[in-house]
Structure formats: structure tokens, C-alpha cells
């Protein structure tokens, strides 16, 4: 039964809403057609819609389609014509897509997902650990995490090609959804139901006093022990800043009489600080492993329940590339110190995002 023009534009919103999903149930004209016309489009041709919607522009996308412009339009005009439908707008710069293509671009990064588990299922019974994997890190873990299983992993998998690059919480959790990253490593809970999160271990927060500061004497520390006045912090944007502030119970303020403000781009920049400038900073566990005995004497822990953070593998809910995925997790379980894979009397600060 055809739909009348209301009916088609709910139909469209409603899958709109549901695309994060994965897939609309809900059946329009271009639907039945694909029904009775099984072979109308093929994988390359969804490949070509993604990678439109993931650059915006006819150039990029047919360059990093390794394909000309004329022939990635061409392909693009065939797969409208076969829908009957729009699916992006072209007279605008750079392009976007339609209403309809919002759900048909979904569909096809589920298709293109599911597609992608015969070569896992393959690569599984074969024992065949090897291809490309895109990870995305968090800048507080990288630079501590990484040196602990990058090498061991590389030798024991020659046959993987590993991409890292360091990303915010927010950009990464969004290159997941877009297909354009496999996995990432950050701070859980996400709570976003298109994500999968496999834990890995808790990392417990310790502080970082100067030399002469009167916490220096303490054995353990209190959360209300911080003073906001003398606690530096990482710039907006680190999910550790939103941590530390909830763990502290910290707002946003300026205070009367503080003649200099400074929020540090790195972990190594508040250690500095401190250093220089006295006070205090709050440091993730990793972050201290290579200390010097010298800065060593400088940490204090917290009194028990100790806060940690949750790091947690996280994927697209219809992650593909699990051999390698699997292989990942396992290498970094095996470099991270074994009592922080357990969680003890603790609790996990949230992060808000």
C-alpha cells in the first residue's frame, strides 16, 4: 500500500530517530523495490555512500575511495536511481545528507559491519590474527599506557598494521560510531547504547604534592583535603579535569585575589607545576610508574574507598575485527600490573562529557 506524503514524512522521522539503532523497521517504497530486486546495490556502492558522508566532498571521498570523482558519482547516481530517492544534497557545500539519507547511510554502516564478520569468522577458525587496526587513546592514558604493550604486541602480531592516534572522549566515541575508528581506549562509562565497553582495569588517582606543602606530612589524603586554590588542573576538554572536580566536588569558580590562572595541556605540565610553583595536582596511577624516587616521595594516596577511574576497550556495538580486537585486549592485560585489573574497596569517579 503506497503511503501518502505525511505518512512518508513520519515514517522518515520516526526512523530518524530510531537510526541509532542500526537499522529501521520501518518499510517505505525503496524498501519493497530492494525486497523484490535483491541484486539493485552492492557492497563498493556502500562503501561510496559512507565515505561521501564521512568527508562531505566528491573529491576526498573518491580519493580516499582510490577511485576517481566521475566514477564514485556515477556509482552514487546508479544507487539513487535504483532507490528513487535523494540521498544527498549537492547544492550545498560541503554536501549533506538528505532526511531519507540519514537512515539509508545507517543501514548501510550496519550492513557494511555485518559484512565485515565473514572475514572475522574466517580469520577466527584459521587463527589468523592480521590486517588494520584504528585505535583511538585518550591523551592522560597514551603516553603511559602505550610503551607497556605497544612493542610485545607488534612482535607477537607481524602481521597487523596498528594505527593509534590520540583523541578527546567526545571525538573518539564519535569515530567509533562513524565506522572510522575499531576500538578505542578511554574512560567508562560511556553510557551511550551504541558503544560496547570490555573493561580493562581501574586506575587509582593519587596526589602530587610540592615539597613544602603542608599535605606533604600526610600519610593518606581526603577528598575535602584539596584546596581549589592550590590544585592545578588539565585544560577543558580531558575527561580527567571533569573527573578530578567531581572527585573534589569542584565547580567552575575564580577566585577573589588569585593573580594567575593556568590549566595544563598534559600530565607532565602539572607535575612541572607543581614542582615550580608549589601546591598540589592529582595524578592517574600509570602516570607515576617511572617517577623518580624523588618525586615518588611526593605522592600521596587517598584514604580508602580510593577513587580510581574504569579504562575500558571500547567498540561499535556492531564491532567488527574481533581476532585482532581480542588480541589487543589480551596484550594490554598482560602489561598492566595485575592488582589494578582487580577492584578492591574503591570507588569509579564518573566523568561527565
Given at each position: 500500500?503506497?503511503?501518502?506524503?505525511?505518512?512518508?514524512?513520519?515514517?522518515?522521522?520516526?526512523?530518524?530517530?530510531?537510526?541509532?539503532?542500526?537499522?529501521?523497521?520501518?518499510?517505505?517504497?525503496?524498501?519493497?523495490?530492494?525486497?523484490?530486486?535483491?541484486?539493485?546495490?552492492?557492497?563498493?556502492?556502500?562503501?561510496?555512500?559512507?565515505?561521501?558522508?564521512?568527508?562531505?566532498?566528491?573529491?576526498?571521498?573518491?580519493?580516499?575511495?582510490?577511485?576517481?570523482?566521475?566514477?564514485?558519482?556515477?556509482?552514487?547516481?546508479?544507487?539513487?536511481?535504483?532507490?528513487?530517492?535523494?540521498?544527498?544534497?549537492?547544492?550545498?557545500?560541503?554536501?549533506?545528507?538528505?532526511?531519507?539519507?540519514?537512515?539509508?547511510?545507517?543501514?548501510?554502516?550496519?550492513?557494511?559491519?555485518?559484512?565485515?564478520?565473514?572475514?572475522?569468522?574466517?580469520?577466527?577458525?584459521?587463527?589468523?590474527?592480521?590486517?588494520?587496526?584504528?585505535?583511538?587513546?585518550?591523551?592522560?592514558?597514551?603516553?603511559?599506557?602505550?610503551?607497556?604493550?605497544?612493542?610485545?604486541?607488534?612482535?607477537?602480531?607481524?602481521?597487523?598494521?596498528?594505527?593509534?592516534?590520540?583523541?578527546?572522549?567526545?571525538?573518539?566515541?564519535?569515530?567509533?560510531?562513524?565506522?572510522?575508528?575499531?576500538?578505542?581506549?578511554?574512560?567508562?562509562?560511556?553510557?551511550?547504547?551504541?558503544?560496547?565497553?570490555?573493561?580493562?582495569?581501574?586506575?587509582?588517582?593519587?596526589?602530587?604534592?610540592?615539597?613544602?606543602?603542608?599535605?606533604?606530612?600526610?600519610?593518606?589524603?581526603?577528598?575535602?583535603?584539596?584546596?581549589?586554590?592550590?590544585?592545578w588542573l588539565l585544560e577543558e576538554g580531558h575527561c580527567m579535569r571533569s573527573q578530578i572536580m567531581n572527585l573534589c566536588e569542584l565547580r567552575r569558580q575564580h577566585l577573589d585575589g588569585q593573580q594567575f590562572y593556568y590549566e595544563a595541556g598534559s600530565i607532565e605540565g602539572l607535575k612541572k607545576m607543581v614542582d615550580r610553583h608549589g601546591g598540589m595536582t592529582v595524578l592517574p596511577e600509570l602516570a607515576t610508574l617511572d617517577m623518580p624516587p624523588l618525586q615518588q616521595a611526593q605522592l600521596r594516596?587517598?584514604?580508602?574507598?580510593?577513587?580510581?577511574?574504569?579504562?575500558?576497550?571500547?567498540?561499535?556495538?556492531?564491532?567488527?575485527?574481533?581476532?585482532?580486537?581480542?588480541?589487543?585486549?589480551?596484550?594490554?592485560?598482560?602489561?598492566?600490573?595485575?592488582?589494578?585489573?582487580?577492584?578492591?574497596?574503591?570507588?569509579?569517579?564518573?566523568?561527565?562529557?
Amino acid at each position: 500500500m503506497e503511503l501518502l506524503p505525511d505518512q512518508k514524512r513520519q515514517t522518515v522521522r520516526q526512523c530518524l530517530e530510531n537510526r541509532s539503532k542500526g537499522i529501521c523497521t520501518y518499510r517505505i517504497g525503496f524498501i519493497d523495490n530492494f525486497i523484490s530486486k535483491p541484486d539493485s546495490m552492492t557492497l563498493v556502492q556502500l562503501a561510496y555512500l559512507i565515505a561521501l558522508d564521512t568527508h562531505r566532498q566528491l573529491t576526498l571521498a573518491a580519493e580516499k575511495s582510490h577511485i576517481s570523482q566521475p566514477a564514485l558519482t556515477v556509482q552514487l547516481q546508479k544507487l539513487e536511481e535504483e532507490l528513487g530517492v535523494k540521498l544527498f544534497d549537492r547544492s550545498k557545500q560541503p554536501v549533506v545528507p538528505t532526511e531519507i539519507g540519514q537512515i539509508v547511510i545507517a543501514q548501510a554502516r550496519v550492513i557494511l559491519q555485518e559484512s565485515q564478520r565473514i572475514t572475522d569468522i574466517v580469520q577466527t577458525y584459521k587463527q589468523d590474527v592480521s590486517g588494520e587496526l584504528r585505535v583511538g587513546i585518550i591523551p592522560t592514558l597514551a603516553p603511559y599506557l602505550l610503551p607497556l604493550f605497544l612493542a610485545q604486541f607488534l612482535r607477537n602480531f607481524p602481521l597487523v598494521t596498528l594505527r593509534v592516534r590520540e583523541l578527546p572522549t567526545d571525538t573518539l566515541a564519535q569515530l567509533l560510531k562513524a565506522g572510522q575508528l575499531d576500538a578505542g581506549i578511554a574512560v567508562a562509562p560511556l553510557a551511550d547504547d551504541r558503544l560496547y565497553e570490555h573493561r580493562l582495569f581501574y586506575e587509582e588517582f593519587v596526589v602530587y604534592v610540592a615539597a613544602n606543602d603542608h599535605h606533604h606530612d600526610k600519610q593518606f589524603v581526603l577528598a575535602e583535603d584539596i584546596e581549589p586554590d592550590q590544585l592545578w588542573l588539565l585544560e577543558e576538554g580531558h575527561c580527567m579535569r571533569s573527573q578530578i572536580m567531581n572527585l573534589c566536588e569542584l565547580r567552575r569558580q575564580h577566585l577573589d585575589g588569585q593573580q594567575f590562572y593556568y590549566e595544563a595541556g598534559s600530565i607532565e605540565g602539572l607535575k612541572k607545576m607543581v614542582d615550580r610553583h608549589g601546591g598540589m595536582t592529582v595524578l592517574p596511577e600509570l602516570a607515576t610508574l617511572d617517577m623518580p624516587p624523588l618525586q615518588q616521595a611526593q605522592l600521596r594516596r587517598f584514604a580508602r574507598p580510593v577513587p580510581v577511574r574504569e579504562i575500558s576497550l571500547i567498540t561499535h556495538r556492531h564491532y567488527v575485527k574481533q581476532p585482532l580486537i581480542d588480541a589487543l585486549k589480551a596484550e594490554i592485560l598482560r602489561a598492566v600490573p595485575s592488582q589494578m585489573q582487580r577492584p578492591g574497596l574503591v570507588v569509579v569517579v564518573g566523568v561527565d562529557l
